[in-house]
């Protein structure tokens, strides 16, 4: 059983940073690869970044690179995007999801960039 529970989002000005936070109470964190997607208001959910189970590849979208870093603590079945950098264009609702295929899902939480 996975189930994931986000948590760190909020309201930043925009340059600002944030960090968020997925915990996994499943017993297969460390085996999954896990990511952070992200849903902006009236547009379809995107991809932000992903980490391998063993941490040692990510991969970010294009316009979070430099900017945005994930990271995990198996230890603690917790995965991390800190967000740096903060633009307007990146309030949306994030969602961390794990599985071979993305399979399972967090109820997502919202982060909002004011300008």
């Known amino acids: 059983q996975v189930q994931l529970v986000e948590s760190g989002g909020g309201l930043v000005q925009a340059g600002g940073s944030l960090r968020l936070s997925c915990a996994d109470s499943?017993?297969?964190?460390?085996?999954?690869?896990m990511g952070w997607f992200r849903r902006a208001p009236g547009k379809e959910r995107e991809f932000v970044a992903g980490?391998?189970?063993?941490?040692?590849?990510?991969a970010y979208a294009d316009s979070v690179k430099g900017r945005f870093t994930i990271s995990r603590d198996n230890a603690k079945n917790t995965v991390y995007l800190q967000m740096t950098s903060l633009k307007p264009e990146d309030t949306a609702d994030y969602y961390c999801?794990?599985?071979?295929?993305?399979?399972?899902w967090g109820q997502g939480t919202q982060v909002t960039v004011s300008s």
């Open positions: 980490i391998a189970w063993s941490a040692d590849s990510t």
């Open positions: 499943g017993r297969a964190f460390r085996t999954y690869r």
């Open positions: 999801a794990s599985g071979p295929s993305y399979n399972f």
